[in-house]
């Protein structure tokens, strides 16, 4: 078991960046796959991006490709999620999930995922 905070959520403009961090505790978070989904109000949680437990596999969500990017560094047991050329639809509460995993990741779905944070609100203007 892992605990995950997020940080890095906020209020910007459509066109601008954000960059979310996932904090982990525990000694054995390099051994597991990571994941950023995304809730707003009323709709299921949806899949954002995920990383496998090296950081050698990655896979975004089309809706996010091109301009989100996700990343990991074992050595501070934190994974990233990169906002770029944010819009209004990308408003939502993001979640960092993890789960162990030694494949090559491509975890899409919550039920992958056994260990999450709290979240962490992103809200872009128009």
């Known amino acids: 078991q892992v605990q995950l905070v997020e940080s890095g959520g906020g209020l910007v403009q459509a066109g601008g960046s954000l960059r979310l961090s996932c904090a982990a505790s525990?000694?054995?978070?390099?051994?597991?796959?990571v994941g950023w989904f995304r809730q707003v109000p009323g709709k299921d949680r949806e899949f954002v991006a995920t990383?496998?437990?090296?950081?050698?596999?990655?896979y975004v969500a089309d809706s996010a490709s091109g301009r989100f990017t996700i990343s990991r560094d074992n050595a501070k047991n934190t994974v990233s999620l990169q906002m770029n050329s944010l819009k209004p639809e990308d408003t939502a509460v993001y979640y960092c999930?993890?789960?162990?995993?030694?494949?090559?990741?491509?975890?899409?779905?919550?039920?992958?995922?056994?260990?999450w944070g709290q979240g962490t609100q992103v809200t872009v203007s128009s």
């Open positions: 999930a993890a789960t162990k995993d030694y494949g090559l990741g491509y975890l899409t779905r919550t039920d992958d995922y056994d260990n």
């Open positions: 990383i496998s437990w090296t950081g050698g596999s990655t």
């Open positions: 525990g000694r054995s978070f390099g051994t597991y796959a």
